[in-house]
């Protein structure tokens, strides 16, 4: 029987953990009881470097139940770096994983769905959005014109696909080798490969607390996105100057015309703009091209992507008995 490890990131949320956790627990004990899993099978947290009592609700309910597993990460990092620390962690004693948020967000009958895809012979199983409706309009229409804009620019991601969902360890071990510091799973498991499918699932509203991912960190992930599958902006930079030397050779014809039928004095407002409209598009050009070698400047650094600073009790037993 296979050993199905749930990865949890948490980053500050005593609020929901006391609930959620129940509701993971109940999950692996009903699986293991209908002997669709091994009874080796665990949750695990991740805690993201909470300021809060994070850590020690994970490491009570460790030392309660051991089925609850927990590692915590030197500081905060953020959603991404966490779930690829609880993944690897996860890798070392699973067969497979499957992540979702901590906040009762991601509908925990999914992962049935999910066990029976993978049965089927999937080695990745995503969990979809079936609709938004419980999401703010705002959050609806930014994510959707997202979602728009990587196709547009050529990054293979699924659609309404955030980051539940089931990675068989096979899957980890290559994923390992993707070595990039900029995160940004969704796009990165797709390059994986591996037989792949779907399952759809009703996404909830969070149980308590508020979101990490106000506006100004939405984008950013969204930019990292971008920047991270795909160099289509760098290609769009050089086919606006190509359409701006054409248009250009134009206005130099024009203007010798005009120099030679003299009439060339006046022209201080088409200068102007000309000169305003040119320097805007080097300035945006120059700043996506800038991003692209601050990109390179991180990955040059090869710096760790977490650092695991703490484990629970079990864990740590579990580590020892491995390095033996
Ligand atoms: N999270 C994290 N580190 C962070 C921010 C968030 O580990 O720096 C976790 C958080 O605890 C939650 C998941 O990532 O389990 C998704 O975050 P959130 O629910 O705030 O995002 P939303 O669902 O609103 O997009
Ligand atoms: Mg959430």
Redesign the pocket.
Known sequence: MKTLYLVIPCYNETEVLPETSLMFREKIHTLIHEQKISENSRVLFVDDGSRDETWKIISSLARQDEIFEGIRLSRNRGHQNALLAGLLEAAKYADITISM?C?G?DDIAAVDKMLEEYEKGSEVVYGVRSDRKKDTFFKRGTAQLFYRIMKLLGADIVYNHADYRLISVRVLKELEKFEEVNLFLRGMVPLVGFPSSTVYYERKV?VAGK?HYPLKRMLSLAFNGITSLSVRPLQLIACMGIGIALVSFVGVLWSILMYFMGKTVSGWASMTCIVCFISGVQLISLGIIGEYIGKIYLETKHRPRFIISEYTEGMKEEKEQKDE
């Open positions: 948020d906040d967000q969070r979101t």
